[in-house]
Structures are given as C-alpha cells and as structure tokens.
C-alpha cells in the first residue's frame, strides 16, 4: 500500500488555477506535519509549502507566497495544495511527503520519510 497518493496535476495555462489533492494511508495522518515538493526539469527537489498536524500553522517557499495555499482535512487523510495564478516556471512534478515523527517542517527532504510518487504539474505560456 503506497502510503501517499498524489491526484489533482494537469496541464494549464499561466494565470490558471488547480487544485492538488495527497491522500495519505497505512500511518497516522492527523499526527504528522506535511508538505509539498516540486521538481522542476533538470532541477533538484524543492521545498514549496509546509504544514503542522493541526493546520494551524503554514509555511511557503518566497516563490509560491500568495499564490498557494497549503491545507489537511485530518478527518479525510487529506492534504490539499491550492495554486493559483500559476507561471510556466511552476511546471514541476509535484511530491507530497510526511515530516518523520517528532520534527517539524523544514525544507531539507531528509526529515521526511513518506513520499507520494508525485503529479505533473505544466504551466503553458
């Protein structure tokens, strides 16, 4: 059972909005901070937003500040990254992933130890 699962990714316009959805599996959802990742082509994976277990606390890459909203639905083992006014330099496949127990989010991937399998995200010009 593959623990993250990634849906939402498509191909859009610039300016466009999507919505992306990870529904996590096998572990304890509700207890854990999240985040999201990118990988760009011929790029390294980067941090892009950041969640605690509550959702009361939110954290954004300086390059996604204001246009993306992180959000969890714990009752659902859902967590949502909400894009808006999206640029081609977005296009990136797009990774969930589960801080390990007892950290907090950073934007380093060694501190997580769940990942999706990622979606793909194109911004068209």
């Known amino acids: 059972q593959v623990p993250l699962v990634e849906s939402g990714g498509g191909l859009v316009q610039a300016g466009d909005s999507l919505r992306l959805s990870c529904t996590a599996n096998?572990?304890?959802?509700?207890?854990?901070?999240m985040a999201w990742f990118r990988q760009g082509p011929g790029k390294g994976r980067e941090f892009v937003a950041g969640?605690?277990?509550?959702?009361?606390?939110?954290y954004y890459a300086d390059s996604v500040k204001g246009r993306f909203t992180i959000s969890r639905d714990n009752a659902k083992n859902i967590e949502y990254l909400q894009m808006t006014s999206l640029k081609p330099e977005d296009t990136a496949v797009y990774y969930c992933?589960?801080?390990?127990?007892?950290?907090?989010?950073?934007?380093?991937?060694?501190?997580?130890?769940?990942w999706g399998r990622g979606t793909q995200v194109t911004v068209s010009s």
């Open positions: 992933a589960a801080v390990k127990p007892g950290q907090t989010v950073v934007a380093v991937t060694t501190s997580y130890d769940y």
């Open positions: 096998g572990f304890t959802f509700s207890s854990r901070a």
């Open positions: 969640i605690n277990w509550s959702g009361a606390r939110t």
